[in-house]
């Protein structure tokens, strides 16, 4: 019974690899291995799944698959070839050959086995002349650039870029390094020159891109801490290029090699872990190490919130999180309680808190308990206390400023902080200080406690007298704006809902028009205008502000010269703003029944205000558009910051999708630069996973299907993405609107030629589903997938022949299209039809033995547009075939 499961599922593997499904055909041999096989079965089983993985392009596991069939049985030429091939994929010259000389030794006279013998042996041929020619060039680069005479020179400039560029070649960096390059590449990093450095570091990342023994050796000669120092230094180009180096290093450690020239990969035996912990100790080291640049301690935190967290929640060790806790916690607060004006014992960027506080945020979404999370939250509270309890007033700013960065953060770590004994009442205190410093700490703490419904109703009782008295009396435009902020804050706690109004009629109004005016003043830092854009990004909840907003041209003018700008803090207000004013949040319409349920209990009904109505929205998006909106979302998403979080980028995807929605707003947003802001395909494709929820799913898919009909480059993006098999997935989705929304991307997708092979491709349903799709009784549905069919159809003839083969009720649908009271299904339908006569006679004949030639030629007689044209041309067509005659009067 075992041996015919066996084989049954071995050849049912065997029809689906011919299919090309290779998936599919991975997982029977998967299964025939668990059913208990035979030895000599099993060779062949992972024989087939070495196949399988070189068509699907993972190597590594094809190599391992011939590998498990040779152990079996060594003279299995096929499992040798296949091992081979995977080799040599994988840049492993030397041993690829030696399996298809073994291969040639079991079957002298196989042409495909001298064939690729002589093919490998020319490669490998051509890799040592060009390993011999380079070993004078390097030479002679480091001589270049190591002699003190040629200091500035141009031609030590074009030795240190032919040294980068050798090093980018797999064969280059393996020669650089094996010639004593790290070592001499260390000379140049001691020589402080920033030209020289930089050349020196972006050759470290081509030696140690995604090969982790030359990172280990790497690191074993320059040192751990020496490399990491290098973030610290005040050359921002510099810190930069280390922060590139040190996250290959990274990389290289926690994937080993994933491509080309291995080396003796092999002869070094690591612990990766350790080797990791090693980095990011010194880096959490350097987080609080006085005389390091503010750039440098940006660049770390940023390092830390690539690498630390887990990447799936489905990954169940978040160990690597837990001692970053352990070890560097007290470090990050530290950090996120420095001030960067006026400057304290650490130097601070602008950006510096905020980095802490997507850090600290991380780390508390990776702990996967209560009990670490109280660990968490103890370790906060002490912190905070040590600084709040016998420290003086300096203690208490430095203890509040660390809640602040906490309420930006983790805001259940930052909420717990406010409730300790003292904390608040210190906060409501200094707001009154004649110190203008202490009172922007204890503002700012009062600012981000207002945004919490936690502290909301508290502050609304306590805070608002303060925050107005404040906002009125000082003479500190600093302290000002923040608390007008917190106003702001308060007067939007009612959201969308009109009816929730907190503060008096035309409150808000001149609050938005005083945070506009702040906006629009040039002679105030960045860092003080950023906080009128967080006031707008909450009072734009409401609509009476959105619509001033947008006919203020000066105010969004500033706004997206803001947001271009260095202070990268700003970048999640902007996009706040612009969501509110697109009304592309989620907004569910209320049920009618619940509502009047609602009314006669006597509870609150959420009200929309009359210029949230589709058509303000609309006006508001035009205006966006001519004020140059794209340029600056174009600029916002090509920032290589923290702040950038996956929150941030989906506020500025949901902008987009508001932007193109109307087809004829589309080449406005290609023309002011709409392509470049492809970067948001991979947040949207995010999205089309199982574990967001519908309305993430149906957003993205909509999205999705407005890029796809933009450009063939943001087709290709999309594609690049991996984002066709989860489209497909979503085509049989229950739910009519996700369903629809899939097939209505699927088919803008096929104005791809990738695409187009898919559907070609023999073994498939996807042109069956199109075909059953267009006879469904949902008419969006019919129309996205008519619409697909007459596409496919029109720049791939070879499928019109395969309609009538995927189900017998096509000429139905084909039928019912015609006969459509709409006009696009006709339409659809007669492009089809037409596009089916013009690919054979035979399948003409078909069609005109049907009752289709009488409807063509009640459609070509019809009202002249579109339908009547591909109708008569159908007809046409026919005629000249030969099957059909034309009427008496010609027609």
């Not at 935190?301 to 007290?330: A, C, E, F, M, Y």
């Not at 001519?626 to 941030?648: D, H, I, N």
């Not at 596009?835 to 009202?863: F, H």
Request: with cysteine; charged share 25%.
């Amino acid at each position: 019974m075992t041996a015919n499961s066996v084989e049954q599922l071995r050849k049912d593997g065997n029809e689906l690899f011919k299919c090309g499904d290779y998936e599919g055909a991975l997982t029977a041999y998967t299964q025939a291995l668990d059913l208990g096989a035979t030895p000599q079965d099993q060779a062949v089983l992972h024989r087939n799944r070495a196949a399988c993985h070189l068509k699907l392009e993972d190597y590594d596991k094809a190599e391992s698959e011939a590998s498990k069939a040779i152990d079996k049985d060594g003279g299995d030429v096929k499992a040798l070839y296949r091992r081979s091939q995977a080799l040599e994929k994988l840049g492993r010259l030397d041993q690829a050959v030696l399996d298809l000389q073994r291969c040639v030794s079991l079957e002298p006279k196989n042409k495909v086995f001298q064939e690729a013998l002589r093919n490998i042996a020319g490669q490998i041929q051509e890799k040592v002349r060009y390993m011999s020619s380079t070993d004078a060039k390097v030479e002679q680069m480091f001589q270049i650039l190591l002699d003190p005479q040629e200091k500035g020179t141009e031609k030590k400039q074009k030795a240190s870029q032919n040294l980068v560029v050798l090093a980018r070649e797999d064969a280059g960096a393996e020669k650089i390094f094996r010639s004593n390059g790290v070592q001499l590449l260390q000379r140049l990093l001691d020589t402080g020159e920033p030209d020289l450095m930089l050349a020196a570091l972006r050759t470290l990342v081509g030696i140690c891109s995604e090969h982790q023994s030359r990172t280990v050796a790497t690191l074993s000669v320059l040192g751990t801490r020496r490399v990491v120092s290098i973030l610290g230094v005040e050359n921002q180009a510099v810190s930069l290029a280390a922060c590139h180096l040190l996250q290959v290093m990274f990389d290289a450690l926690k994937e080993g090699v994933k491509k080309g020239f291995r080396g003796k990969e092999g002869a070094i035996i690591v612990d990766p872990a350790r080797e990791l912990k090693v980095l990011i100790s010194n880096l959490l080291e350097l987080l609080t190490e006085v005389g390091v640049s503010g750039q440098g301690r940006d660049n770390a935190l940023t390092l830390l919130i690539k690498v630390v967290p887990r990447k799936s929640p489905k990954d169940p060790n978040n160990s690597l999180t837990l001692w970053v806790i352990d070890q560097g916690l007290k470090k990050i607060l530290e950090v996120g309680g420095s001030v960067q004006d006026p400057p304290g014992e650490l130097t601070v960027t602008a950006n510096s808190r905020m980095s802490a506080s997507i850090l600290l945020s991380k780390l508390f979404d990776d702990l996967r308990c209560d009990a670490e999370r109280e660990n968490f939250h103890r370790l906060c509270e002490n912190y905070i206390k040590s600084w709040f309890e016998g420290q003086g007033l300096a203690g208490k700013l430095r203890a509040i400023q660390t809640v602040s960065c906490l309420l930006q953060g983790p805001c259940d770590a930052g909420n717990r902080a406010l409730e300790l004994n003292g904390v608040m009442e210190s906060v409501i205190a200094l707001c009154a200080s004649e110190q203008e410093e202490e009172q922007l700490v204890a503002v700012e703490a009062l600012i981000h406690a207002a945004g919490k419904a936690k502290r909301a109703s508290f502050i609304t009782a306590n805070g608002v007298s303060l925050l107005k008295d404040l906002y009125k009396r000082s003479e500190k435009d600093r302290i000002r704006i923040r608390a007008l902020v917190g106003l702001c804050k308060l007067g939007s706690a009612g959201g969308t809902d009109f009816s929730m109004k907190q503060f008096a009629e035309g409150s808000t109004l001149k609050l938005a028009k005083q945070c506009r005016k702040w906006l629009c003043n040039d002679q105030m830092d960045a860092g003080t205008r950023r906080w009128a854009v967080e006031g707008l990004a909450y009072l734009t909840f409401d609509a009476d502000v959105k619509e001033e907003f947008v006919e203020d041209e000066a105010a969004l003018k500033a706004l997206f010269q803001l947001s271009k700008s260095e202070e990268r803090s700003v970048l999640f207000a902007v996009a706040s703003a612009l969501v509110n004013c697109t009304n592309s949040y989620d907004y569910e319409e209320p049920d009618p029944k619940m509502v009047e349920l609602a009314k006669y209990a006597k509870q609150h009904v959420p009200e929309q205000h009359p210029k949230d109505k589709p058509s303000f929205t609309r006006a508001r998006v035009k205006k966006l558009l001519a004020a140059g909106v794209v340029s600056a979302m174009t600029c916002m998403v090509k920032t290589e910051s923290p702040v950038l979080t996956s929150s941030c980028r989906e506020l500025l995807s949901r902008v987009f999708l508001a932007l193109v929605e109307e087809v004829e707003d589309r080449g406005t947003v290609v023309a002011q630069g709409g392509g470049k802001i492809y970067e948001v395909v991979r947040p949207l494709v995010s999205l089309l996973h199982l574990n967001c929820s519908g309305l993430q799913n149906f957003e993205a898919l909509m999205a999705l299907t407005n890029l796809a009909g933009i450009s063939e480059r943001l087709r290709q993006k999309i594609l690049k993405e991996k984002a066709v098999p989860m489209i497909e997935g979503y085509m049989f989705e229950e739910h009519e609107m996700i369903r629809r929304a899939a097939t209505e991307c699927m088919c803008n997708l096929a104005m791809s030629k990738e695409v187009q092979d898919l559907f070609e491709a023999t073994g498939n349903d996807r042109l069956k589903l199109l075909v059953l799709y267009s006879g469904e009784d949902d008419e969006l549905l019919r129309r996205a997938a008519a619409g697909g069919l007459a596409m496919l159809t029109s720049m791939r003839p070879s499928l019109c022949s395969r309609i009538p083969q995927v189900t017998t009720h096509w000429l139905e649908i084909l039928q019912a299209l015609l006969l459509s009271p709409n006009q696009e299904l006709q339409h659809r339908g007669a492009v089809v039809v037409l596009n089916m006569v013009e690919a054979s006679r035979e399948m003409a004949s078909t069609l005109m033995e049907s009752e289709v030639l009488e409807i063509l030629s009640v459609l070509a007689k019809g009202k002249e547009g579109p339908v009547a044209r591909a109708a008569a041309a159908s007809l046409g067509k026919a005629v000249e075939y030969g099957l059909i005659k034309p009427s008496q009067d010609g027609e």
